[in-house]
């Protein structure tokens, strides 16, 4: 019985440092139905989301009279749509940034 698990667990390391086959259960518990599948052909991990770039400098204040973002210099519906914007459109936005009014100089303005 000894030479049997080493012989197991032998395997199991060879596997394991190959990257070679898992064994996967097929329901029955029952390990001798376990069925050997390579890993390049499982399903492959999921990628993580790819970042998305944002203007955002975490200073979220919007100014009340411009309704620019004192931070950002996004409107409102900007930010809260941001993510469900296309690559080009969100590059557009920002292309328009420095384009806007300092909303930080209309607050100094009106705190004259």
Do not use: Y
């Not at 296309?86 to 557009?92: F, H, Q």
């Amino acid at each position: 019985m000894t030479p049997l698990i080493w012989g197991m667990t032998d395997a199991i390391d060879a596997r394991d440092r190959a990257g070679a086959a898992l064994a996967r259960p097929t329901g029955n518990g029952d390990i001798r139905g376990m069925s050997s599948t390579p890993l390049d052909t499982l399903d492959p991990a999921p990628r993580p989301p790819r970042p998305i770039a944002t203007p955002c400098v975490k200073v979220c204040a919007v100014d009340g009279q411009s309704g620019f973002c004192l931070g950002c210099r996004r409107t409102l519906p900007e930010i809260a749509g941001w993510a469900r914007l296309s690559d080009e459109e969100r590059s557009a936005i920002m292309a328009d940034l420095p384009h806007r009014p300092d909303p930080m100089a209309n607050l100094a303005i009106s705190q004259g």
